[in-house]
């Protein structure tokens, strides 16, 4: 682990301000919540700024509520960003933007395959399955023992960008990653049950209504789901709730293909597909 730059980096003493791109997820969040943990153990002034408000389901990786969003709010006169699980400025929403424009340095710490970041620094292991996983090894490289809700929020956070353990970016690191932290007191049914065990009934009756829609298409290998507003209403449910519907179909070992048309509140249409095996959905555009 080659960390010469982000040492670097940190020397100067100005105050630093930790950023992810925008609509955050449980991995940049997580990450966030343990830099700022390290940093703050440095004796570093640190602040947690986002383009978007922590979602709610999040709220149990910040019991002190630092990660702010949603408004730019009073920055430092001068400071450093580190933006974490993006390297992308377009990804980072205007708030993003203004603060990689007002800051003084910036460094990029990603797992994903990042932009090249003229003049900026970063540190990118796209070999890694989370951020989260990337922050427990710096917590190594400075030898700081994060205290019980941050080891709750990594274990989330790679549970949450591995798809529990099983993306194609799980590897053995990530499991012994998982293993500290469990020993570090993090009990992995009570992640499970904050991350996935808190959906309203509402998303359920949408469910209902969108599954009554199945059909398939080609000897069963595609199946087509709808969603129209008027179920979003019957149901009482948000857009979002029909976040993973598309991927249920996929279950199916006949199903190659996953459509999905779904109607958002103000009646705007769009369409989504996914595949698996060596379909290539871009293909079909
Ligand atoms: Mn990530």
């Known amino acids: 682990l080659n960390l010469e730059q982000l040492d670097q980096f940190l020397q100067d003493k100005n105050a630093i301000i930790l950023t992810t791109h925008e609509n955050p997820d449980g991995d940049g969040i997580s990450a966030q919540v ?13 602040k947690i700024v986002n383009n978007d408000p922590l979602p709610e389901k999040y709220q149990f990786m910040d019991p002190e509520g630092i990660v702010l969003g949603g408004k730019l709010g009073r920055l430092p006169k001068r400071f450093d960003l580190i933006v974490l699980d993006t390297t992308d400025p377009g990804h980072m929403g205007d708030i ?20 090249d970041q003229d003049g900026n620094q970063n540190w990118i292991d796209s070999a890694r399955s989370s951020t989260a996983e990337m922050i427990f090894d710096l917590g190594n490289h400075f030898q700081f023992q994060f205290p019980l809700h941050v080891n709750r929020a990594l274990f989330a956070g790679i549970v949450y960008d591995t798809g529990s353990f099983i993306y194609p970016k799980t590897s053995s690191r990530t499991f012994e990653v998982a293993s500290d ?3 570090g007191g993090v009990k992995p049914k009570e992640i499970h049950t904050l991350l996935y065990e808190n959906k309203p009934a509402s998303s359920f009756k949408l469910l209902a209504l969108i599954q009554s829609t199945f059909t398939t298409e080609y000897d069963d290998k595609v199946a087509i789901q709808v969603m ?38 103000e009646g705007k249409w769009r369409g989504s597909i996914r595949s698996k095996g060596s379909i290539d959905v871009a293909a079909f555009f």
Do not use: W
């Not at 343990?34 to 640190?46: D, F, N, R, S, Y």
């Not at 203004?98 to 797992?111: E, P, S, Y």
């Not at 979003?232 to 459509?259: F, R, T």
């Open 181 to 183: 932290l469990v020993r």
């Open 34 to 46: 343990a830099l700022h943990a390290l940093l703050k153990g440095q004796g570093k002034t640190v």
């Open 228 to 265: 129209t507003k008027g179920m979003l209403k019957k149901a009482g449910a948000d857009y979002e709730a029909s976040e993973n519907i598309i991927n249920y179909p996929l279950k199916c070992p006949e199903i190659l293909v996953s459509v999905f048309f779904k109607e958002d509140a």
């Open 96 to 115: 993003g933007r203004k603060l990689l424009d007002k800051a003084n340095r910036a460094f990029f710490i990603d797992h994903h395959n990042g932009l």
